[in-house]
C-alpha cells in the first residue's frame, strides 16, 4: 500500500511513512522547535522503509521541495543532484554540513486542503508550496501555522492537522492573497560541458574570439579575461570561461554552437543508486581520444563509492588525478581550479597513453 501524493513536501513524506510503520522518532524532519527541517533526512535504521519506492519518486518529492534540483553552471556536475537521493533516504545527517543543517521552515497548513484530501484520496498530507506560502490559493485563505512548540509537541499536532483537525494553539497567518516567494528558482537543466571539453573551448576562444565582431564593450570584456595586459595568456577559471562563453553565446550564438557541434557529442552519464540509474545528458569530446568520456559514456558514478565504477570489465582501469572527468567527480571542484590551464598544465601525455592502452585492451 504505497500512498503517494503528486504535490506532497518531502518532509510531510517522510513523516507519514515513518508514522505509517508506528515509528515516532521524527528528529529527520523536525528540530527542536518543532519546526521542518529545510534539508530533511531518514536516519540509517529507518531507510529500509524507504528502499522499495521508485527512486525517481525520491527524486522528484525532493525536487518540488527545492532540494536536488541540478546544480547551475555550464561546467557542473550533471550527476550531482542525484546524490541528494541516498543522502536524504539513506545516509542519515552526517551528510549535510552544519551550515545546511541549521536551516528550518515553518510548518505551514490549509484545513480545508487537507480535509478536500481526506474525501479524496483518504488520507492527508502537506503540501510542498507550502513550506514557503502562508496563503492558499485554491482556498483562497491563510494557512494555519504549528511551529514554535516543541519537537514532540508538533509531532502530535501534525498528526492532528493530518487528520482534519486544527490542532490548540494554532496560528492562523494575518494576510489575504500573500505572494510569498517560493525562493525555488528552478535551475533549468541544461546539457552541460564535461571538464575535458573546457580545454577545447578555451584554445578556441583564445584562437579566435579577437577576431568575431561584437561590441566593443564585449571584446574588451573577453580580452581583459583571456589575455594579461603583457600580451600574454591569463589563466582562467571555470566562471571565467563560462562568463566568456556566455558573451560569445549572446553575439555569435550561431558560430559558438558550430563549433560545440563539431567538437562534442552528447552522451548520457549516469548516478547509480542500487539497481537503478539516474541518467543526465553531458556534452563531451566527439573523437576517440579522449578514453575518460569512453569510461563516461559505459560507466556509471556510483551512489556507494562516489567514484566513476566501470560497468565494462574493466580491471585495468585506475583512477587517475591528474584527470579531469575524474577530477571533478572525486573532488567535487574543477580541475582547473587547482590545475589552472595554461601551456605546462596541459594534460600530460603518459596520462592520456594510459587511457589509449585501456582502449587497445578493449
Ligand atoms: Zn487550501
Ligand atoms: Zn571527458
Not at 211 to 238: C, H, P
Request: glycine residues 4%; proline residues 3%; hydrophobic residues 35%.
Amino acid at each position: 500500500m504505497k500512498q503517494l501524493q503528486g504535490d506532497e513536501s518531502v518532509q510531510s513524506f517522510i513523516f507519514r511513512v515513518l508514522m505509517l510503520n508506528g515509528e515516532s522518532d521524527f528528529a529527520g524532519v523536525l528540530n527542536r522547535m518543532g519546526e521542518w527541517r529545510a534539508f530533511p533526512f531518514v536516519a540509517t535504521m529507518h531507510s529500509h522503509l524507504f528502499r522499495h519506492y521508485d527512486p525517481e519518486y525520491l527524486l522528484s518529492v525532493l525536487q518540488r521541495s527545492a532540494i536536488a534540483n541540478p546544480v547551475a553552471g555550464m561546467f557542473s556536475n550533471p550527476l550531482s543532484h542525484f546524490e541528494l537521493v541516498p543522502t536524504v533516504f539513506r545516509n542519515g545527517v552526517e551528510n549535510y554540513s552544519q551550515q545546511t543543517q541549521n536551516n528550518f521552515l515553518k510548518v505551514n497548513f490549509c484545513v480545508d486542503c487537507i480535509a478536500d484530501d481526506l474525501k479524496n484520496c483518504g488520507f492527508g498530507f502537506f503540501r510542498a508550496e507550502w513550506l514557503n506560502q502562508k496563503y492558499c490559493h485554491h482556498h483562497k485563505k491563510a494557512l494555519f501555522n504549528l511551529t514554535g512548540k516543541s519537537q514532540s509537541v508538533a509531532a502530535s499536532n501534525i498528526q492532528k492537522a493530518l487528520r482534519g483537525e486544527i490542532p490548540t494553539k494554532c496560528e492562523q497567518y494575518d494576510c489575504y492573497g500573500d505572494q510569498t516567494s517560493l525562493g525555488t528558482d528552478v535551475v533549468e537543466n541544461d546539457v552541460k560541458f564535461a571538464p575535458c571539453l573546457q580545454k577545447r573551448l578555451l584554445h578556441w576562444l583564445r584562437k579566435n574570439c579577437m577576431q568575431l565582431e561584437g561590441e566593443t564593450n564585449d571584446t574588451e570584456r573577453i580580452t581583459s579575461i583571456l589575455m594579461k595586459k603583457t600580451g600574454m595568456y591569463a589563466q582562467v577559471d571555470e566562471v571565467q570561461l563560462e562568463n566568456v562563453c556566455n558573451i560569445v553565446k549572446d553575439n555569435h550564438p550561431n558560430v559558438f554552437k558550430a563549433f560545440v557541434n563539431e567538437q562534442s557529442e552528447e552522451i548520457y552519464t549516469s548516478f547509480k543508486l542500487d539497481s537503478h540509474l539516474f541518467k543526465n545528458k553531458l556534452k563531451v569530446i566527439k573523437e576517440r581520444n579522449c578514453s575518460i568520456c569512453k569510461l563516461h559514456r559505459e560507466g556509471y558514478q556510483c551512489s556507494e563509492s562516489k567514484i566513476i565504477s566501470v560497468a565494462m570489465k574493466e580491471t585495468n582501469y585506475k583512477l587517475l588525478h591528474e584527470n579531469p572527468c575524474d577530477y571533478y567527480l572525486t573532488n567535487k571542484r574543477p580541475y582547473w581550479n587547482d590545475y589552472p590551464l595554461g601551456g605546462s598544465n596541459a594534460i600530460k601525455d603518459e596520462v592520456w597513453s594510459v587511457f589509449n592502452k585501456i582502449k587497445e585492451v578493449n
